[in-house]
Every structure is written in structure tokens, then in C-alpha cells.
């Protein structure tokens, strides 16, 4: 009949509007959910972005502190051999302290032991020049000037102090070139010469020194 035929009719009619609504509601859900789902994602991108720059920034860190350590641990390391060859010299002047002239044997043994003594100290120099070249550089790229400024002035001064001390054994070595007479006075001058150098090569920090230096100057104090 017409009147069975219009309500299944409406009722078709309700079952797709129904549809339709669902369809709706889903797409949006669905747009939703993506958005949602780009949004963590880009999150997640960022924190995990960060967190690489963290670990990065630690390592880079690490591996520079590592790196400056182990150039102020040469510094020292270097010195030790220019010790022992120093005190050779001054025991084989020593034991010549009382005698007026050398015959050849003698001069030759001090003219050896002197120039031990020097390779060692122009090593020592050379080594000192590098590492302050190398801090004057890494101050151009990064942020850490007092604390290489430390390392570069430990450097320098171990290259002054060296410096002075190599130029007073050359004149003793160009004296004994011509003479067989011992320089006590020369010596007492070279003595005074390495104390410094030794003074300023006790003095190089570590790399704990620094860093407790510098958070503490960085760091205000509370009353």
C-alpha cells in the first residue's frame, strides 16, 4: 500500500541521514586524530631534537675537556726530563767547582751533558708555544676565554721562563767553545733561571682547578 511504501520510504530516508551524519563525525574524528598524531609527532621531533643537542653538546664538551687536559698534562709531563738533564749539568759543574781549568775529557763530558739538557728544554719550549697558539685559537671559535686564557698564560710563562734560561746555557756553551774554564757564576745564573721555569710548571693548574675556579667566579656568593 502507498502508506507501507512511504514509511519505508522514511525509513531509508533516516538510515542514510544517519549514514551520512556517521560518515561525517568519522571523517572529522579521523582529521582530528592525524592532526593529533602530527602534532606529537612534531613534538617528539623537537624533544628528541633537543635531546640530541644535549647529548651532543655533553659529549663535545667531554671531548674538549679531555683534549685541555691532556695538553696541560704534557706541560708537566715535558718537564721532568728537562729537570733531570739540568741536574746533570749542575753535578758534572760541581764536581769541577774547585778547578781553575778542564783538560778535554772534562770539557767534552759537560759540553755533551749541556746539550742534553738543551734538546730537552727547546722540546719543552716548543711544546709550551704550541699549546698557547692552540688556546689563542680555540678562543676565536668558542665561548671558554678564562679558562684557556689560564692554560695559554701557564703556557706563556713556562715559554719565557724557558727562553730566558735557554739563551744563558747557549752563552756558557759558546764560552766553553773557547775556553776550558768553568762559568760557577753562569751556572748560579742558569740555577736561578730553572727555578722559575720549575715555579711555573708547579703551578699549572689541572683541569678541576679551572673548573672550580671559574663556577665559583661564575657563581654569586649568598650571605
Same mark, same amino acid.
Given at each position: ?28 574524528? &579521523? /582529521? ?40 696541560? &698534562? ?13 741536574? %746533570? ?46 688556546? %689563542? ?11 684557556? &686564557? ?18 744563558? &746555557?747557549?752563552?756558557?756553551?759558546? /764560552? ?48
Amino acid at each position: 500500500s502507498d502508506l507501507g511504501d512511504r514509511e519505508l520510504y522514511r525509513i531509508a530516508e533516516l538510515s542514510r541521514a544517519a549514514e551520512r551524519t556517521f560518515e561525517a563525525k568519522l571523517e572529522t574524528a &579521523t /582529521e582530528e586524530i592525524a592532526k593529533a598524531f602530527h602534532h606529537i609527532t612534531l613534538l617528539m621531533n623537537v624533544q628528541m631534537g633537543i635531546c640530541s643537542e644535549i647529548v651532543r653538546g655533553q659529549l663535545w664538551a667531554a671531548q674538549v675537556e679531555e683534549q685541555l687536559s691532556g695538553k696541560l &698534562t704534557l706541560l708537566r709531563g715535558l718537564h721532568e726530563p728537562v729537570q733531570n738533564r739540568f741536574n %746533570n749539568v749542575r753535578d758534572r759543574f760541581n764536581l769541577r767547582a774547585g778547578e781553575s781549568c778542564l783538560d778535554f775529557g772534562e770539557k767534552q763530558c759537560i759540553m755533551d751533558a749541556i746539550k742534553l739538557f738543551k734538546e730537552k728544554l727547546i722540546g719543552e719550549i716548543t711544546n709550551a708555544v704550541q699549546v698557547a697558539a692552540d688556546m %689563542n685559537r680555540i678562543k676565536r671559535t668558542y665561548p671558554f676565554d678564562e679558562l684557556l &686564557t689560564d692554560i695559554q698564560n701557564s703556557a706563556e710563562s713556562i715559554v719565557n721562563a724557558g727562553s730566558k734560561l735557554l739563551s744563558e &746555557t747557549a752563552e756558557i756553551e759558546h /764560552e766553553l767553545k773557547s775556553s776550558r774554564m768553568v762559568s760557577i757564576v753562569k751556572l748560579r745564573i742558569c740555577e736561578n733561571y730553572f727555578d722559575l721555569l720549575d715555579q711555573h710548571v708547579q703551578e699549572i693548574p689541572t683541569m678541576i682547578d679551572l673548573k672550580q675556579k671559574h663556577i665559583n667566579k661564575n657563581c654569586p656568593r649568598t650571605v
